[in-house]
């Protein structure tokens, strides 16, 4: 039986997809130009077969700034070659009010933080469970086949891994461009209204200006080039998101005393209808042509 086929595996594929995208780069079986970091928008959105350039995606679901700072630490940390030359964040309007460990998918710091980094951020477990974390993931076996699972091909989505896996009730039915227009309004507004509740998370705002302030200047003292991206939703989503976190993000952006490349790409409509999955992720054929615009701006 193949790897893929394990339901361990399977169960922990996140977080054997992002170890071993760590692995590959400290064993310089990838040495990357491009770093991309950022939530499910990035894992989705880009495909890095499109981009020209060696690069590595770190992007992950409900991933928040506070472990994309501990990826690309480590990164930074582990790059003796000095190999990266520039880093994507690919972001959502509300990522800067966002803390994964205050969350109803808090255990994923857990399951698939803690053993990466150490560190559930404010989610607070035993240290029986923090054992547990680390242990069940421990077997030498296990860690040279996943790795060698994603040797092979480092792309998330694969024959097995799908992106309508997780079928939500606009994939139920019958996806985005198969929809009504009211139910594609009904489906992005009640999307937004969840989302626009994080704009209450002050103490979380300002945590995360302050990571990612420390972030950029180690990045900028390194040499390394800054994108900050917003990823293209639907025009439904759009109406429907409080327009104050899109102000907010400028005027961190804007505060920095570093040279940051900020893009929204929903300020022109680079994708169709026909590219969205859901009011807010894109089809395979929408990531790759998402990418190949990506990659021209990225050259």
Same mark, same amino acid.
């Given at each position: 039986?193949?790897? %893929?086929?394990? =339901? $361990?595996?399977?169960?922990?594929?996140?977080?054997?997809?992002?170890?071993?995208?760590?692995? !590959?780069?400290?064993?310089?079986?990838?040495?990357? %130009?491009?770093?991309?970091?950022?939530? /499910?928008?990035? !894992? %989705?959105?880009?495909?890095?077969s499109?981009?020209?350039?060696?690069?590595?995606?770190?992007?992950?679901?409900?991933?928040?700034?506070?472990?994309?700072?501990?990826?690309?630490?480590?990164?930074?940390? @582990?790059?003796?070659?000095?190999?990266?030359?520039?880093?994507? *964040?690919? !972001?959502?309007?509300y990522?800067?009010?966002?803390?994964?460990s205050?969350?109803?998918?808090?255990?994923?710091?857990?399951?698939?933080?803690? =053993?990466?980094? #150490?560190?559930?951020? @404010?989610?607070?477990?035993?240290?029986?469970?923090? %054992? #547990?974390?680390?242990? &069940?993931? /421990?077997?030498?076996?296990?860690?040279?086949?996943?790795?060698? *699972?994603?040797?092979?091909?480092r792309?998330?989505?694969?024959?097995?891994?799908?992106?309508?896996?997780?079928?939500?009730?606009v994939?139920?039915? #019958? #996806?985005?461009?198969?929809?009504?227009?009211?139910?594609?309004?009904? $489906?992005?507004?009640? &999307?937004?209204?969840?989302?626009?509740?994080?704009?209450?998370?002050?103490?979380?705002?300002?945590?995360?200006?302050?990571?990612?302030?420390?972030?950029?200047?180690?990045?900028?003292?390194?040499?390394?080039r800054?994108?900050?991206?917003?990823?293209p939703? /639907?025009? +439904?989503?759009?109406?429907?998101?409080? =327009?104050?976190?899109?102000?907010?993000?400028?005027?961190?952006?804007?505060?920095? =005393? $570093? +040279?940051?490349? $900020?893009?929204?790409?929903n300020?022109?409509?680079?994708?169709?209808?026909?590219?969205f999955?859901?009011?807010?992720?894109?089809?395979?054929?929408?990531?790759?042509?998402? /990418? &190949?615009?990506?990659?021209?701006?990225?050259?």
């Amino acid at each position: 039986m193949g790897i %893929e086929q394990n =339901p $361990f595996f399977l169960a922990n594929y996140d977080y054997c997809y992002l170890e071993s995208m760590h692995w !590959l780069f400290n064993t310089h079986k990838v040495q990357p %130009e491009i770093v991309f970091t950022g939530l /499910s928008y990035g !894992l %989705e959105s880009i495909d890095c077969s499109c981009i020209s350039k060696a690069s590595l995606s770190f992007c992950m679901h409900s991933q928040d700034i506070f472990y994309d700072t501990h990826h690309l630490v480590d990164i930074l940390k @582990n790059d003796t070659e000095h190999v990266v030359k520039t880093v994507v *964040f690919a !972001l959502g309007y509300y990522s800067f009010h966002y803390d994964l460990s205050r969350t109803m998918f808090k255990e994923r710091c857990l399951d698939i933080y803690y =053993p990466l980094f #150490g560190t559930t951020h @404010n989610y607070y477990v035993t240290d029986e469970q923090k %054992e #547990g974390a680390v242990s &069940r993931l /421990s077997d030498e076996t296990f860690v040279d086949e996943y790795h060698s *699972f994603f040797l092979q091909d480092r792309a998330y989505f694969n024959d097995r891994i799908k992106r309508d896996a997780n079928a939500n009730i606009v994939v139920a039915s #019958g #996806g985005w461009s198969k929809i009504t227009q009211d139910e594609r309004e009904k $489906f992005a507004k009640n &999307r937004a209204l969840l989302q626009n509740k994080h704009i209450q998370h002050k103490a979380t705002l300002e945590e995360n200006i302050g990571l990612f302030y420390k972030l950029c200047q180690i990045l900028s003292h390194s040499g390394v080039r800054i994108y900050v991206m917003i990823m293209p939703f /639907s025009r +439904e989503y759009i109406r429907h998101i409080n =327009p104050e976190y899109k102000k907010i993000v400028y005027e961190i952006l804007n505060g920095l =005393p $570093f +040279e940051v490349n $900020f893009i929204d790409f929903n300020d022109e409509q680079i994708v169709d209808i026909e590219d969205f999955l859901d009011q807010d992720h894109l089809t395979m054929d929408g990531a790759k042509k998402f /990418s &190949r615009i990506l990659n021209e701006m990225l050259m």
